[in-house]
């Protein structure tokens, strides 16, 4: 068993680091010294989208934009040779994660539903179709059966033994999958929301894929609701890495989706009996790819309107506007691990309850998100967005930008290196300061330097609300 060669190496991959307690600050600081509206909003997106371009697994398109890109892993397959090429890498390294990636969709394709105005705008409709779509054409081929999906490709562990460019990787990449037999209603669901939410964004575009992508999702969400599990428990491989500790709110999710992409009313009965069943009213503390109770309250809010679902977001936004630990300078404080991108989720889906008249202070939930998003964007001095505003990362710790140029070679004296990436890896937001509004720019420091899709995902549409807030002189 191979895995068995690797066990003496060292993981480069954190250990998960408990929080301090850190002061809660009185809510709504100083508004006016955070804010910086000079930010190109437009700009910023475009970048965000040339991230995700250069996390593109798979044969690339000639209109590829990132020169330092190949292609890469184009034998991806199943034990039955399924074709699983494409798709993203999830992160530093080349594991491609279903889980995290659909979530990462299901959140772009919410902030195109809800602000497409920003997006022709900044010029960038084009670019954002494509992103999504680079997913879901990887999630319909993951989709190999009705109650058959594949989550992952790749292993963990041997991954974390290479560093250098995907072009050049040689280490096997094993593909696991769930089933009627070891279900996953997580995955399952999270995908079902995000091919159903992206079918709602092509049906302009392109009739017949849009409907071939709902297929999917109405399929891959009765496997989901029919056959119940956690996919960690089929999925092993992911286990150390990624949790989810809950199936009920993507059900709800899924469900959601699929009643927004359709009408039929059969998903939102579906969606009503999960929320009721698995208790989604309470208030939860964040908004990511693990917990998306928050998501299924202001989704439902927005579909269906009942003041009960109203309350349960308006509780949630409050309680992150005025309760939330913060850093003294402001920002969001929810997890040490992907705090901005904690913080940026939540700005996006304040926005979106704002948007509906949720609560009776849109005005606060407006200037909220838009302090949140000018504090990555560079208000205490410095940008957490590579390439983009003043004294922005340089070492964000991301394998493929650590590299020269072809043809020099690329490895573990790389990751070494206290050196800017060579590449400069446009767009990735990183993972973020410290509760005290420390970063250490630092390629060994993933706490502070990792970049993973799901972190753009929130943020891309933070931006698009606010893009369309300025355009729309809100
Ligand atoms: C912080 O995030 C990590 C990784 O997502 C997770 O394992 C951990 O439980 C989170 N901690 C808290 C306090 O939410
Ligand atoms: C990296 O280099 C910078 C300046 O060149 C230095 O201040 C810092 O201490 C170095 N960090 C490490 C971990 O070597």
């Known amino acids: ?100 990636t659909a979530f990462t969709t299901t959140i772009l394709a919410w902030g195109v539903i809800s602000w497409p105005k920003a997006y022709i705008a900044a010029n960038q409709l084009d670019e954002i179709y494509k992103t999504i779509k680079w997913a879901t054409d990887y999630f319909i081929k993951c989709h190999v059966s009705k109650n058959v999906l594949y989550g992952q490709v790749g292993d963990f562990m041997s991954d974390q033994m290479y560093w250098g460019r995907p072009e050049e990787m040689t280490i096997c990449r094993p593909a696991f999958k769930i089933d009627a037999e070891h279900p996953g209603s997580d995955l399952a669901g999270e995908t079902a929301a995000a091919l159903a939410a992206s079918s709602i964004i092509f049906r ?45 709110d993507e059900l709800a999710w899924a469900a959601l989706w699929l009643f927004s992409a359709t009408r039929d009313h059969k998903y939102l009965e579906h969606a009503l009996h999960h929320y009721q069943n698995f208790r989604l009213d309470k208030r939860p503390n964040e908004f990511f790819y693990n917990n998306k109770i928050a998501g299924v309250q202001v989704l439902l809010a927005q579909l269906e309107g009942r003041s009960e679902h109203q309350e349960a977001a308006r509780a949630f936004c409050d309680f992150s506007v005025q309760k939330q630990k913060r850093t003294p300078k402001g920002l969001l404080y929810i997890n040490k691990t992907g705090t901005l991108s904690h913080a940026a989720n939540v700005a996006f889906l304040c926005l979106e309850a704002a948007d509906f008249g949720i609560g009776d202070s849109r005005l606060i939930y407006r200037q909220f998100a838009e302090e949140q998003i000018a504090y990555i964007l560079g208000s205490t001095g410095r940008s957490y967005v590579v390439g983009y505003g003043k004294n922005s990362p340089k070492q964000p710790l991301h394998a493929a930008s650590s590299c020269p140029d072809r043809p020099a070679p690329c490895g573990w004296a790389d990751y070494d290196k206290n050196e800017s990436n060579p590449q400069i890896l446009y767009g990735a937001l990183v993972s973020g300061p410290n509760e005290n509004d420390e970063f250490n720019d630092h390629r060994e420091e993933d706490i502070y330097t990792e970049v993973l899709i799901n972190y753009n995902a929130g943020f891309t549409s933070a931006l698009a609300g606010l893009l369309q807030l300025q355009l729309d002189g809100l």
């Open 204 to 248: 302009s575009v392109d009739r017949d894929y849009s409907l071939w992508c709902l297929q999917h999702a109405i399929e891959l969400y009765e496997f989901a609701d029919t056959y119940r599990g956690f996919y960690l428990e089929a999925i092993t491989n992911a286990k150390e890495f990624f949790s989810s500790t809950d199936y009920g």
């Open 1 to 100: 068993m191979k895995l068995d060669l690797f066990v003496t190496c060292v993981t480069i991959l954190p250990a998960i680091l408990i929080i301090s307690t850190c002061r809660t600050n009185a809510f709504i600081v100083d508004v006016k010294n955070v804010t910086d509206k000079s930010h190109d909003y437009a700009e910023v997106i475009k970048l965000s989208l040339l991230y995700f371009e250069a996390q593109r697994s798979g044969k690339l398109p000639k209109d590829n934009r990132i020169p330092w890109r190949g292609d890469s892993a184009v034998n991806d397959r199943g034990p039955n040779c399924e074709d699983l090429s494409g798709g993203y890498y999830d992160a530093a390294d080349f594991v491609k994660f279903t889980f995290t």
